[in-house]
Each structure stands twice: as C-alpha cells, then as structure tokens.
C-alpha cells in the first residue's frame, strides 16, 4: 500500500514538472502577443480570455456541469471568489518588475515570495490545507532551491 | 530603490501558492477542480478589461496583427496558462503548496535552460553551462529533501 502511495507521488511530482515547464513557454508566446497588440496589458487579457474559453469545454467533459449550488456563495467566505485577481496580481507585477529588475532578479524574488508563503500555508494549514509544519530539512531544501534558482538565472 | 522592487517581486510571488490554495477550497465548494479554474479566469478577465481600459485606454487592436504574426500566439498562451494553473491546483491538495512550487519551479528553470540553450521561440543561445547545471542539481536536491521531510 506505502509502495502505491508513493509511486503516485512520483507521478504527481512529473505532473508538478510538466506543469512548471510550460510556464516559461506561456511567458514567451505572451511577449509576442504583446509586441503584436502593442499592450502587455491586453496581452494579458487575450491570455486570460482564451484561457476561460478553454476550460468552458474542460468542465462540461470533466464534470458534466457548469453551475454549482448559489447558497455556497454565502455560506463561504469572501476571499473564495476572488483568486482570479491575485493572478491578475502576478502577471501585471511581473511586466512591470522585468524592466526595472532585470529577469534574474524578477525571478528570484518572485521564487522567494513563492517559497515562504508556501512554507507558511502548510504550517498553519491555511485555506483548508493539510498541516504540514517547517522543520530544518525542509529550509534546507528551501534555500537549496533559491541557491538552484540564483545559480541558474546568473550564469 | 531596488530594494523596494525586490520586495514587490517577493509580494508578487506570494500572490501564486495563495491563489493556488484558494483555488483548490474553491473547488470543494462549487464540486468542480475545473469549474474553479473557469471562475478564476472569468474574475481575471473581467479584472483586466477594467485595467486596460483605464490605463491604456482601450481594449482592441490593429487587426493587420492577426496577419503579419503566426497563427498560434493568439491562443497558445491561454491554453498554457489554463495548463498550469489547473494543474496548480489538482496538485497542491495531494503534494502540499511548498512541495507543488518546488517543483514547479524546478519544471520552470529546466524548460527555461532549454529555451535558453536550443534558442527556441528566437531567443538568444545561452549554452548550459556548469554553474547552471549545478543550479538544476542544488534545485533537485532541494525537491528530495522537501518530499522526505
């Protein structure tokens, strides 16, 4: 059973890389849209728009639904709905920060906030997640991380 | 000065594991990981027409756009960023949100050395060299400790 459990980790780790690599494509195809459009801003906006596009046929085959019950809406809390405009956050952030910071920087700074908010999340248990609290191997592999990042973005 | 900037990136990079995290509750209250995804992408949306329009001052576009640049840009982003942050979160939940950057990132530095190394997407060749691949080594010895612990 232990043996299963952790082969499916394996998998969800490949998942987690996949997932990562098509981060820096999406960064590339978007600086071309940008420079068509003349606007990093409504680059962003086709990117989003397409994006929510895309997923209108994903739930319907996933799930088979595209509503959900409105009571959930006041029974949870308000910072449920608005998840969208962090992202938002972070892609305008990050056009603004690249000219100013140089992309080595943008990225290692960004990788930290990443990295201590995440450490955070699991200590607490944040946002419904399952506690998981900060102990030495976990800094360690923290800062082995930021050091990978640094290391790569420099050279 | 830059300091302050890097404490905007830092800001900036928070803002990811709390929407991913969000995301994934969300997803336990409307029954949907996908539908999740649709809502924040709509909010996104809805957000950024109201940027562009107060800052640029417009949301349209030269449509000769569509003819001078190759077909594929116009909804390859979309669907890549539909790809990440969907898988953000179907994983977060499973592998934990220090454990889901980790490795995100890791995915993100590889494909970045590729792009970098192979020129794709007319970037300039940055060939790999030792210091980079030590990056990637420190970056995985940092995922197993992270997987262990």
């Known amino acids: 059973m232990k043996k299963k459990g952790s082969l ?11 997932a990562g690599m098509v981060s820096p494509v999406q960064t590339a195809v978007n600086a071309r849209v940008r420079t068509a459009v003349g606007s990093p801003l409504i680059a962003s906006l086709i990117s989003f728009f397409v ?25 949870s809390p308000w910072w449920l709905w608005i998840g969208g405009l962090l992202g938002v956050i972070f892609v305008a952030s990050n056009i603004l920060l690249l000219p100013l910071l140089g992309a080595a920087l943008t990225v290692v700074s960004i990788v930290c906030g990443q990295m201590v908010i995440a450490m955070l999340i699991d200590h607490f248990g944040w946002f419904g997640v399952a ?14 991380l930021i050091v990978g990042v640094l290391l790569v973005q420099q050279f | 000065m830059i300091v302050l900037f890097l404490i905007g990136g830092m800001l900036a990079g ?9 995301n994934a509750k969300m997803g336990r209250v409307v029954g949907s990981p996908y539908l999740a995804s649709l809502i924040s992408m709509i909010v996104g949306t809805m957000a950024l027409l109201i940027l562009s329009l107060a800052i640029d001052h417009r949301v349209m576009f030269d449509t000769g756009a569509f003819y001078t640049h190759p077909w594929w840009i116009w909804f390859g982003g979309g669907l890549l960023g539909v790809t990440y942050l969907t898988s953000n979160i179907l994983l977060l939940p499973r592998l934990g949100a220090a454990l889901t950057v980790v490795i995100t990132v890791c995915g993100q530095m590889i494909m970045a050395i590729c792009i970098d190394e192979f020129g794709w997407f007319g970037v ?18 940092g995922v197993f400790l992270m997987r262990k612990f």
């Open chain 1, 8 to 18: 499916l980790i394996i998998l969800f780790l490949a998942w987690g890389l996949g």
């Open chain 1, 51 to 75: 994006g929510a596009l895309a997923l209108v046929p994903l739930t319907l085959l996933m799930d088979r639904k595209l509503t959900f019950d409105p009571r959930v809406i006041k029974t």
């Open chain 1, 131 to 144: 506690r998981h609290p900060i102990n030495w191997p976990r800094l360690a592999g923290l800062v082995l």
């Open chain 2, 14 to 22: 928070m803002a990811v594991p709390i929407q991913t995290s969000i």
């Open chain 2, 124 to 141: 300039p060749v940055h060939e790999l060299d030792i210091p980079r691949l030590i990056g990637v080594l420190c970056m995985l010895s």
